[in-house]
């Protein structure tokens, strides 16, 4: 199910990164009272109640003269094209001005719900100060403060009625769903057009070309697929940020869809940190992972390449030890269809249920082969494990004190499972709880 995005407007100085700090419960964003601090936007998820969403904290929409205005009014534009839920926040201690009637005249285009929250109304005395507000057309103002955390809670039940209904979300059980994350200009549009055999998605030699999310459906030797490419150009070709602030929510919400995850590399730069961290978001998020190395035609090789460039992948990227590898060239078409094969396997194992009592014969095994080992006197002892949940697959082991469950005994029964069932391009997840 695909998270609800929320973005937090206004002017700069009206106080956008501590309520989203609030909200987010730690302070991520820099918080500092000279207007216009923040010059990007942060991505965070969040809750209220039974809602999980992502929140945005945008920098600001001004029409002053100074020079990062413009871009801070640019990146305020896009978070108001991604999010579901806008909150528009105005100063209450100042009053209505001129800067936010000009955003209230830019959030009049979007078609997207607005909640208008007043922020520094302190205390109940200050409640007077709300009213102003009511002549910017968006319903009822909602009090709150920063600083105090008060009325937040209000804020964000309104909020919440107008996320959209999860139960709208049509999943067709038979389609395969990928997605494709990877730095700018590692050829993932060019991927997506030779899956699709057709130039569907804009390609350029330029980073950062691409914009917008696109879903594509295609079958290929019976199997349906959706690839989830973050693709399309940037509207009227405005450098609206950099491309590496730029790209995150994009891959977090196109991971979200997936059953699967193309990390896509280039084979030409080689590996760079920013695709570990890429990499991290499909890993946190339990999905299906293929490393895809790609313009391997372009890489001068002798018989030791690929090899070597495998070691270099497994070194940095051990958290993704159990991701196949596929070396591909979108320009060549050279093994591109192999992916789809390996995907086909991987959503199989994403989804894969093992009966509890085949589960124990492995378990038993393992603990035979290998004793739990002792701490501090206390032998640990596993009684039984089920397994939970699929996507991915998630195992309760049962034991007299998890507190003496050692992590290298727990990566010991996760490999025991993965050399019995495989589990090849999936995380599995392992909880200890106490047998009661």
Do not use: C
């Amino acid at each position: 199910m695909t998270k609800p995005t929320v973005a937090i407007v206004g002017r700069p100085n009206v106080g956008k990164s501590t309520i989203f700090n609030r909200i987010v419960g730690e302070r991520i964003s820099i918080v500092e009272d000279i207007p216009g601090v923040t010059r990007d936007r942060i991505y965070s998820s969040a809750d209220w109640l039974n809602h999980d969403f992502n929140l945005i904290d945008t920098g600001g929409i001004d029409i002053g003269d100074e020079p990062f205005l413009e871009q801070i009014r640019q990146q305020a534009e896009i978070a108001i094209d991604e999010a579901d839920v806008i909150i528009f926040l105005v100063n209450g201690r100042e009053g209505m001005t001129g800067a936010d009637e000009q955003v209230a005249k830019i959030l009049y285009k979007t078609k997207k719900p607005v909640v208008l929250a007043v922020n520094k109304i302190d205390n109940p005395d200050m409640r007077d100060m709300i009213y102003d507000f009511y002549a910017l057309g968006f319903g009822e103002p909602y009090p709150i403060s920063g600083s105090h955390g008060l009325g937040l809670g209000d804020l964000l039940d309104e909020v919440a009625k107008h996320f959209p209904d999860p139960s709208e979300e049509e999943l067709e059980d038979d389609v395969i769903r990928f997605s494709l994350i990877g730095r700018p200009n590692v050829g993932k549009s060019s991927l997506v057009n030779v899956f699709l055999n057709e130039e569907r998605v804009i390609v350029s030699d330029v980073a950062g070309t691409t914009r917008d999310a696109i879903d594509s459906d295609f079958i290929h030797d019976g199997q349906k697929y959706k690839v989830i490419d973050t693709a399309g150009m940037r509207k009227k070709g405005k450098v609206y940020e950099t491309t590496e602030k730029y790209s995150v929510l994009r891959a977090l919400r196109a991971i979200e869809r997936s059953d699967v995850v193309l990390v896509v590399l280039n084979g030409e730069e080689g590996i760079r940190e920013q695709d570990k961290r890429i990499a991290g978001y499909a890993h946190e998020a339990g999905k299906g992972v293929i490393i895809v190395v790609n313009k391997w035609d372009a890489v001068e090789k002798d018989e030791k390449t690929m090899n070597k460039m495998t070691e270099n992948i497994r070194d940095n990227f051990q958290f993704l030890d159990y991701a196949p590898i596929v070396y591909v060239s979108a320009k060549t078409r050279q093994r591109v269809f192999q992916i789809l094969g390996i995907i086909q396997t991987v959503s199989e194992n994403h989804a894969l249920r093992i009966q509890s009592s085949i589960l124990n014969e492995v378990i038993e095994d393992a603990v035979a082969m290998n004793p739990a080992p002792s701490d501090k006197g206390r032998k640990l002892r596993i009684y039984y494990m089920t397994q939970v949940q699929v996507k991915p697959p998630t195992f309760v082991v049962f034991v007299n004190d998890p507190e003496i469950m050692h992590f290298s005994y727990e990566r010991f029964l996760q490999n025991k499972l993965r050399d019995a069932f495989g589990f090849e391009g999936t995380p599995i997840r392992l909880i200890t709880r106490k047998r009661s």
